[in-house]
DNA sequence: TCAATCGATGTTAGCGCTTACATTATAATC
DNA sequence: GATTATAATGTAAGCGCTAACATCGATTGA
């Protein structure tokens, strides 16, 4: 009953067929007789023998295994879009290999050589806007890859990258928080964002200027800040937003780029005396596990990462190159109140 | 420059050679002439041709890739596991797959069966005690995986289990924090634990009846609850507890299984209306990276996840034989303070 | 009764590499 | 200059499968 590393050939001599015989049961076909069936499946069971996918996959060209690229996997976000792909692409009968971003991109490993060398069926990336230079290296590590197997991104991917993807409509989301913040009655509605950058008309910032615009709310240079999108970052961002300010005009809601800056931005509020939410209304992005525990519980905007991954790996094996953009949903908890 | 999925015919022939030459720089054999080499880099690099990891990993016996399975990713403790292992694996030369617990554990699809068909060089498990069937289930999974490849085992691994581990003694680790706890005055210290079992002593249930003996505590039955360990679960554990104690009866600590449970108990002390450190000290487990954040900031213990995931992969390649324990730090935030 | 048909099984040539071994070119020894 | 050691390169046999093709009885129809 234990394992002695059989290969096929071990199954047809102890069954007394060929190996073809043993790769068709193997395989599933149908023009087995039944009895030699038996004495194969018997075999297999004698030698707990498991076909090598090694070999398999040499002679039919398809590992049967994807890859996905992302920045890092201790960022919660991330793991909800790998789980998300990942659960789908079990279901579809493929094996998925996880690669974190930092090592695709150190040049002394060519980017595409990991992925290539194990001959992926596909690839999904997850983008991450980090800088200008970085921006363009990236796009062109992702066209190389292109040549080699099939690539789907996840993400704030801009138009001009021409691939499909799923993405987030991140304007618009960040304009419809600007407008709910200003139902509530906010007036001055501060932005923590990420890297700056002025290419793609879908980022977060954007959104904000048009939703400042759309509610004739003046657009106020010290409101708005840029930054890594860490939770230590958001602390600092608004810390220091807050020092460098006379209290009259703090602030009354802050806009954070995610979850963890907007954790972030509570630890800076509390530390300066901040009653939250009367003195001052965060809301987050992503809405992470941690988010309804935090104190105040956090408003954040779902952003349906598992169900990103999981339609990335659907365009991935069906091959359809579309974009496609995912909904959000606004939670609300208690983290942003009505002011006054 | 674009890949034309060339094989180490094409670039033999290109370059003029034979594919063992060929093969000889691809691995980096120093007896081949300069100039040889030289032309059979340049025809690499014109085909952009990467060589097949299946073809070499069928021949050579070894496909360099190491798994890792993990009950679930969206847990942060099982995230930064990974991260500690896939970045040693890395370092040693390795690539890492993930396989998330609930695939190798359906009975639809034998455990091994995606593990041994991959022919990986070698298996990380995190084991997770859930209940007495299915602890016995596993081991014996595990044990027939292990005659297949290498396994090395992370968590809380009883001593019975005969495996190479990487293990915190968790008896010991809870046995400080009631010391840690008596130290601050507190008496009445609860424990929301995790499933129920008898069998290994090195569980966290153990450190805490060790712990009140030590200081000649009484154990109180309605201090002790178990659990799933996640954070409704924490908040329903602590809730029900505070429901069904008069007040004077409330304990002054509860020490929690994992920093999951903890935030769950800061949510039901919260909405009874305790306030925290003062009325109620709470203490978490794995320091996950939203505990300073957490309100009051959460005291916890670092069980420096990523070096035993690093540490499980030096075990796994190097075949050792044996079981090493992981040192834990105490890290005080404000959630824990003196009694009076 | 004989050819055509068909289901069940066997034979064999790869897939793209590694590696043991054979071969040749070059240098060193007497 | 013949002999031998040594470095550089080539040849060919697999690794464990898949799949195209071949084979071989047993039916079947005319």
Chains 1, 2 share one sequence.
Not at 141 to 163: A, N, R, T
């Amino acid at each position: 009953m234990r394992s002695d590393n059989a290969t096929i050939y071990d199954i047809a001599s102890d069954a007394g067929v060929s190996i073809a015989t043993v790769s068709r049961v193997l395989r599933g076909e149908t023009n087995v007789s039944a009895v030699t069936r038996k004495k194969v499946q018997d075999a297999i069971a004698r030698h707990n023998y498991r076909p090598s996918s090694i070999a398999r996959g040499l002679m039919s060209k398809s590992t049967h295994s994807l890859g996905i690229v992302l920045p890092k996997l201790l960022n919660p976000h991330y793991a909800m879009i790998f789980t998300g792909a990942y659960e789908e692409a079990r279901k579809m009968g493929y094996s998925m290999s996880l690669f974190p971003w930092s090592s695709i991109d150190t040049r002394a490993y060519d980017p595409a050589t990991m992925l290539v060398e194990r001959r992926l069926d596909g690839v999904i990336v997850c983008v991450e806007y980090l800088s200008p230079d970085h921006d363009e290296q990236v796009l062109a590590s992702l066209q190389e890859l292109k040549h080699f197997m099939p690539v789907v991104l996840i993400g704030c991917v801009p138009p001009w990258y021409d691939f499909p993807a799923v993405t987030n409509n991140n304007a618009a989301m960040v304009r419809e928080i600007v407008a709910y913040l200003v139902s509530l009655g906010h007036e001055k509605i501060a932005f923590i964002g990420g890297v700056q950058e002025d290419k793609d008309p879908l980022r977060r910032d954007v959104g904000y200027e048009e939703g400042l615009r759309d509610a004739r709310l003046p657009y106020t240079a010290s409101y708005r800040v840029y930054g890594k999108g860490t939770a230590e970052a958001g602390e600092k961002a608004l810390g220091d937003m807050l020092d460098s300010l006379k209290p009259e005009y703090w602030p009354t809601a802050v806009i954070a780029l995610n979850d963890l800056v907007a954790m972030g931005c509570q630890a800076a509020a509390r530390k300066r005396g901040l009653s939250m939410p009367k003195q001052l209304s965060i809301i987050g992005c992503d809405d992470l596990f941690c988010a309804p525990y935090l104190y105040p519980p956090l408003t954040s905007i779902n952003t349906r990462q598992q169900a990103t991954g999981a339609r990335a790996v659907q365009l991935l094996i069906s091959g359809e190159d579309k974009r496609e953009t995912v909904e959000w949903e606004l939670v609300e908890r208690a983290s942003c109140a009505k002011t006054k």
